[in-house]
């Protein structure tokens, strides 16, 4: 069950009317909610589908969305819902990386270096269904704690690849020949080829495991 955007952004918070009101300023107030909330669902709405080129890798694809019925509960619009996709995801799916699922990361808690952890990465996909829904490639970059937002780092990342089934499995990767761009905890961004190995780029995805990253980082 997918939770609503409302959880993600803030929820829309009324003070209604003092006890002992009129049924008329009841009415009033209640309808005045309603309105507040439908203003809301109505702003998620737009926030959801709206597509960022910087979230898209050039030598893969231009912005893309993909279009399917409303499943967030509540329900947004009950109808069809545009969610617009990105190509780029966090570390790491696992929870030993600097984004983890509702617990907050403070610089101190990074004691590996925040020159020596991985933040952001592009992620893999089948380039076969690019622009149609693929579980790991369709609610977009308003996800959560999903794969369309971060990926895992107990597998070295591997290069895009078209095939009839089967998505990115997870895992980090890209289109270009070689390797794939990082970004680290300082703000660094380097290419990093798909021979690192696995134990490295595991290390690079955990925030705090005390060992030195090998040579092949």
Not at 31 to 54: C, E, M
Not at 67 to 81: C, R, V, W
Not at 139 to 155: E, H, I, L, P, S
Request: overall charge positive; glycine content about 12%.
């Amino acid at each position: 069950m997918r939770r609503p955007l409302i959880l993600v952004l803030g929820l829309v918070l009324a003070v209604g009317p003092a006890a002992g009101a009129s049924a008329g300023a009841r009415a009033a107030g209640g309808k005045a909610l309603a309105d507040q909330v439908a203003k809301f669902y109505k702003s998620a709405v737009v926030a959801i589908g709206t597509t960022n080129k910087i979230f898209f890798c050039p030598s893969r694809r231009g912005p893309q969305t993909v279009i399917y019925k409303d499943n967030y509960q509540p329900l947004l619009t009950g109808g069809p819902i545009t969610h617009a996709l990105c190509d780029y995801a966090a570390s790491n799916k696992e929870g030993t990386g600097v984004v983890r699922q509702a617990i907050a990361t403070k610089f101190a808690t990074i004691t590996d270096g925040t020159s020596n952890t991985l933040l952001v990465s592009e992620k893999r996909l089948n380039r076969q269904y690019l622009g149609s829904r693929q579980p790991d490639d369709n609610q977009g970059y308003t996800a959560g704690f999903n794969y369309d937002t971060v990926r895992k780092t107990t597998r070295p990342p591997l290069p895009d690849y078209n095939a009839q089934v089967g998505d990115g499995a997870g895992l980090f990767g890209s289109s270009h020949t070689g390797g794939l761009n990082v970004c680290l905890v300082d703000g660094s961004v380097r290419f990093i080829s798909y021979a690192i190995s696995q134990r490295t780029w595991s290390l690079l995805g955990n925030a705090a495991d005390g060992q030195p990253l090998p040579s092949d980082f």
